[in-house]
């Protein structure tokens, strides 16, 4: 199998250069620096052209402000390097993943299964991601999730996978995390390594690079947000069942 890691990091962010030159030179593969799409540096024109609220069911009820809708760009631009590259499969991590044990052990498990499997997380939240095991070594588990987990912060694409990403997000109206919940959309059902040996050190690179201006009140975010996680939730059981 021909594959490399790409770190997605935002050249702005000098803080994590350091440990983004980390990452380059720990990974068992070929690794590059995918250049993350800057929220600042977006058009109107290429907003509206990418992002149209309300286009699925469940809708989503926020609005994507300009770095969610960067950061789902910054991950088409690595899916579209895999596809470039000619690669088989390829490791994206956020620039601020930092490897913990067991993950080499968890990515030796990935890598032989992501011909099959095409979407592998490596969850950086633990006990958040539960199903049924598909395939297991070591001290890890690759599990099918009833729902995946949330975040974006490591995970092994094939090319298939992202070829099939591609198509379906060339517009979007929900975060590329949230999206990636709806297999039913995307074409894709992501598994993930349990557990993920990922943390997320962002609060030590100069905090996170996604800084929301909410257009919506606190108290309304936290009525709505359980809500359509329940939808999202229920639709994902279903889709589960069919699978099966």
């Known amino acids: 199998m021909i594959v490399k890691a790409f770190i997605i990091h935002l050249a702005r962010a000098e803080q994590r250069r350091e440990h983004v030159q980390t990452l380059l030179t720990s990974l068992p593969f070929p690794a590059e620096v995918i250049d993350a799409v800057d929220g600042k540096l977006l058009d109107e024109e290429g907003i509206q052209k990418f992002y149209r609220p309300r286009l699925h069911r469940p809708i989503y009820p926020f609005e994507l402000n300009r770095n969610e809708i960067a950061c789902f760009l910054s991950h088409r631009r690595a899916w579209q390097a895999i596809l470039d590259q000619k690669l088989d499969a390829a490791l994206i991590m956020e620039d601020d993943a930092a490897p913990v044990a067991p993950f080499f052990d968890g990515l030796e498990l990935a890598l032989a299964n992501i011909e099959r499997e095409g979407f592998i997380r490596f969850p950086f939240r633990d006990g958040r991601d539960n199903g049924r095991i598909v395939a297991r070594s070591k ?17 092994l694409v094939s090319r298939d996978a992202a070829a099939r990403l591609l198509k379906a997000t060339e517009t979007v109206d929900r975060p590329v995390d949230v999206l990636l919940q709806m297999p039913w959309v995307t074409g894709v059902v992501p598994r993930s390594v349990v557990p993920g040996g990922i943390r997320e050190i962002s609060p030590t690179l100069g905090g996170s690079t996604l800084k929301p201006k909410r257009q919506i ?28």
């Open 139 to 155: 001290d890890v588990s690759l599990i099918e999730p009833v729902c995946a987990g949330l975040g974006m912060v490591t995970q």
């Open 217 to 244: 009140s606190k108290l309304k975010r936290e009525l709505l947000r359980p809500i359509y996680r329940a939808r999202i939730a229920m639709r994902a059981r279903l889709a589960a069942m069919r699978r099966r």
